[in-house]
């Protein structure tokens, strides 16, 4: 069966960088878009950022626009999420998610989810 | 950026009664919208796409329609298991948007 799993999350000072991984298995995964979704904790989802199926197109939100960067390792079905200059309001769980449809730019709900990592900035 | 308007905020029913669900799109997006339920504890679980496509697995008692502006999530007979928060999205613009989410608690 389709299985993601987040891992990396921990607590990090504000400015300091942090990378997610999302170990992918049960599916071909380098035909399928990632998304990774933060939901600080209590409050609603929120939409990071996508990376296409062969990693040629990404899109980010505008909140972490320059600061988050998404990649991918299809060889080894891991998809990443790297975070840069982390702020006290990037405290959230963050979630990778499949796309629904194959191929394209991603644009598709998300039918698979992992149980997310939670990231914690504070001093 | 779309946004999403989810009513009410919290839904107080019974088991056995039926839930009605509004998401209101700020502009025009077809019927590229979502509705996901997320159960606390737990990553959110895709339920209906383009409005009104069950997704595998969901029961029947979930439907969705609506389009352009428009959408509606309908439980048709609340299970124990079906309190919970659900949450619309879209994906006709980038960024992709979610509502803010509307809470089916136990009456």
Redesign the interface.
Known sequence: QVQLVESGGGLVQPGRSLTLSCAASGFTFKNYAIHWVRQAPGKGLEWVAVISYDGAFKIYADSVRGRFTVSRDNSNTTAFLHMDSLRTEDTAFFYCAKALQSYGSGSSPFDHWGQGTLVSVSS | ?IVLTQSPATLSLSPGERATLSCRASQYINTYL?W?Q?IPG?????LI??ASKR??GIPARFSGSGSGIDFTLTISSLEPEDFAVY?C?Q?TN????????TKVAIK
């Open positions: 950026e979502a996901y997320q737990q990553a959110p679980r895709l796409y383009d997704a595998t949450y999205q994906r980038w960024p992709l948007t979610f509502g803010g989410g």
